[in-house]
C-alpha cells in the first residue's frame, strides 16, 4: 500500500535513515523507510519497539541526498549497500548527527587529531590562551635536572667562598695615582712651555720646542673647591685637546691644596653622557622586553656586581685568575638565565650547555697558550703588575679574560637553542629525542655562523690598536701573527669561537633528551581553546 510518509518531496527524492528496510523486488537495492512515529497506545502496547537509549539521538537527517543524476553524495552515517548488507557502523561517523565532539576515527584508520581538553560542560564558549610562561617541569624531569646542576651550583658557591679574600686589606697601588677631583676650563692660551713663575722675553722661540696648553681652570670639588687655578700642559699627539668650557678631571696628589704642582690635567668628565646612554639603553630594554626585561637589566646589575665584588677582589689578593673567572662566570651564568628567563627545564638545559662550552673553552685556551708560550705580558698587563708591587698570573688573567668574554655570546647560543627544542616537541609531541636533535641542529647551524663572527669582530675591535700598530711595523706577516699581542687575540678568538662552535650540538642534544622525557601535557602551559555545550 502507498505510504504518504515515504512520498518525494520538492527538493527530490530522499533516503530516511530506519531501523527496518522494506521488502523490495531481487536485484533492487532495498529502500531504506522509518515508520510513522506511532501514538503512545501503541508504543505502550509494543514494549520490543520502546527505545531504551538514552544517550544522543538521532536528528533528521538533512545529509546525503540524491542528486539530480541519481547518484548519492557520500553519507557518513549508518546506510544500507546495494547488495542489502549493512555498512559497518563505528558510532563516531554519527558525530555531525548527535553532536559528539570527542575523538573520532578516520575511516582509513590513521589516528585521529583529538582535543587538546575535554570539552568544559556548564558553559557555552570555551577558555583559552595563547600565551604565558613556561609550564612547570614534570615531577622525573625536575629529579634529573636537580641531579644534574645541583652539584655544579653547590660547586660554584665554595668556590666563591673558598677564594673570596676574607680578612685581606684591599691592595692599593704602590705608585702613586692621586685623588680624582673635577674642574671647569674657562680659559686657554697656546705658547710655550714655560715653568710656574717663568716669563717669556722677545719673540724668539726654539724651532724644535713643543707647545704647550695654558689652561685657566675653576675647581668644583676637592680641598681647593671653588678656586681658580691656572695648569700648563704639554700638546703632544698622546695627549687630548682641551678647549674653554670643557669639564675635566684633575689628579691632585694630595699636597698643597694652592700649588699648582699638587694637580695635574688627566681626562675628561664623562658622567652625564654614560648616564645618558645607560638610560636610553634601559628605557628600550624595557619597552621591548617589559618584565622580562626588567629582569635582564637586574640580572646585568647583579652581575657586574659578581665582577666588581668578587673576581676583582679575589684576582688582586693573588689567587687563581682562570678559577677565579670560571667560579665567577658560573655565579653570573646561573643569576642571569634563571633570573632573565625563569625556573624552567628549558633554562636549565641552557645552564648545562653554558657550562659544558667554558669547560671545553678553558681547558683549549690553557692547552694552547702554554704550546704558543704566551706570557700574557701586554702593556695593561705591565701596569697592573707595577702598581701592585708584585707579581701576578698573567697567563691566568689572559685566560680568566677568554672564559668571561665568551660567556654573554655563550649565553645567546644556548637559551636560543633550549628554545627551538622546546618549541619543535610542542609542535609534534611524537618526536624522539634523535628527532629533536637533528632538527634543532639545522636550526644551530645557522646560528653559529652570526655568534663566530660577533665574536671575532668583538675582538679584533679591541684589538684595533695594536693591528694598526703591527701593520706599520714592517715585519713579515708571519712574525705580525706570531708577535704576543697578535697571537693573545688568535687565541682568544679561536677559542672562543670553538666552545660556541661546541655549544650548539651539545645544548641541542641535552636539549633533546630532557624536552623527550617531558610528557606533553608539560611542554607548555598553553591551553587551546575547546568549545563547549551545556
Not at 286 to 292: A, K, N
Not at 369 to 386: R, Y
Request: include cysteine.
Amino acid at each position: 500500500m502507498d505510504r504518504p510518509d515515504l512520498d518525494d518531496d520538492e527538493t527530490g527524492p530522499i533516503r530516511r535513515i530506519t531501523d527496518e528496510v522494506s521488502a523490495s523486488p531481487a536485484g533492487t537495492p532495498r529502500k531504506p523507510v522509518r515508520r510513522t512515529p506511532p501514538d503512545s497506545a501503541r508504543r505502550a502496547a509494543d514494549p520490543a519497539r520502546r527505545r531504551t537509549d538514552t544517550g544522543p539521538q538521532r536528528v533528521p537527517n538533512t545529509g546525503a541526498q540524491r542528486v539530480p543524476n541519481g547518484d548519492k553524495r557520500t553519507d557518513t552515517g549508518p546506510q544500507r549497500t546495494a547488495n542489502g548488507d549493512k555498512r559497518a557502523d563505528t558510532g563516531p561517523q554519527r558525530a555531525a548527527r548527535r553532536g559528539d565532539t570527542g575523538p573520532q576515527r578516520v575511516p582509513n584508520g590513521t589516528k585521529p587529531r583529538t582535543a587538546a581538553k575535554k570539552p568544559e560542560t556548564g558553559h557555552g564558549h570555551g577558555h583559552g590562551h595563547g600565551h604565558g610562561p613556561a609550564a612547570p617541569a614534570s615531577k622525573r624531569v625536575r629529579l634529573l635536572l636537580i641531579w644534574l646542576l645541583a652539584p655544579l651550583a653547590v660547586a660554584t658557591v665554595v668556590g666563591m667562598i673558598v677564594l673570596y679574600p676574607w680578612g685581606k686589606p684591599d691592595p692599593t697601588s704602590v705608585v702613586p695615582q692621586g685623588t680624582p677631583v673635577a674642574a671647569n676650563i674657562t680659559a686657554t692660551n697656546t705658547g710655550p712651555c714655560l715653568a710656574q713663575g717663568q716669563v717669556q722675553v722677545g719673540d724668539q722661540t726654539d724651532p724644535n720646542a713643543k707647545p704647550c696648553l695654558t689652561a685657566d681652570l675653576t675647581m668644583t670639588d676637592g680641598p681647593a673647591s671653588g678656586k681658580q687655578l691656572k695648569l700648563t700642559v704639554p700638546i703632544e699627539p698622546s695627549t687630548p685637546r682641551f678647549t674653554t668650557g670643557d669639564a675635566v678631571v684633575l689628579a691632585y696628589n694630595g699636597g698643597n691644596a694652592g700649588d699648582p704642582a699638587s694637580f695635574q690635567l688627566v681626562d675628561f668628565q664623562r658622567g652625564t653622557p654614560l648616564l645618558v646612554l645607560a638610560a636610553l639603553f634601559a628605557v628600550a630594554v624595557l619597552v621591548l622586553g617589559r618584565w622580562q626585561g626588567l629582569a635582564a637589566l637586574v640580572a646585568l646589575g647583579l652581575s657586574f656586581l659578581v665582577i666588581a665584588l668578587f673576581i676583582l677582589p679575589a684576582i688582586l689578593a693573588g689567587e687563581n685568575p682562570l678559577v677565579v673567572a670560571i667560579a665567577g662566570s658560573g655565579a653570573i651564568m646561573f643569576i642571569a638565565l634563571y633570573l632573565t628567563h625563569g625556573l624552567t627545564a628549558r633554562t636549565s638545559a641552557a645552564v648545562l650547555g653554558t657550562l659544558a662550552s667554558l669547560a671545553l673553552i678553558g681547558v683549549l685556551s690553557a692547552i694552547f697558550s702554554a704550546a704558543a708560550s704566551l706570557t700574557g705580558l701586554d702593556d695593561s698587563t705591565s701596569t697592573l703588575i707595577g702598581s701592585l708591587g708584585h707579581g701576578i698570573d698573567s697567563r691566568g688573567l689572559l685566560l680568566a679574560g677568554v672564559v668571561i668574554g665568551a660567556l654573554g655570546v655563550l649565553d645567546d647560543v644556548t637559551v636560543t637553542q633550549t628554545s627551538a627544542v622546546w618549541e619543535l616537541r610542542r609542535a609534534n609531541p611524537d618526536l624522539s629525542w634523535q628527532e629533536l636533535y637533528r632538527s634543532g641542529l639545522r636550526i644551530g647551524r645557522d646560528h653559529v655562523g652570526s655568534a663566530v663572527n660577533t665574536l671575532v669582530m668583538a675582538y679584533a675591535g679591541a684589538a684595533l690598536p695594536v693591528l694598526l700598530y703591527s701593520s706599520i711595523s714592517g715585519v713579515g706577516l708571519g712574525a705580525l701573527l706570531g708577535s704576543e699581542e697578535i697571537a693573545q687575540e688568535i687565541i682568544r678568538t679561536l677559542a672562543g669561537s670553538v666552545g660556541i662552535v661546541a655549544a650548539v650540538p651539545v645544548t641541542t642534544i641535552l636539549a633533546a633528551l630532557i624536552a623527550s622525557r617531558e610528557p606533553a601535557g608539560y611542554l607548555s602551559s598553553t591551553t587551546k581553546a575547546v568549545p563547549s555545550h551545556p
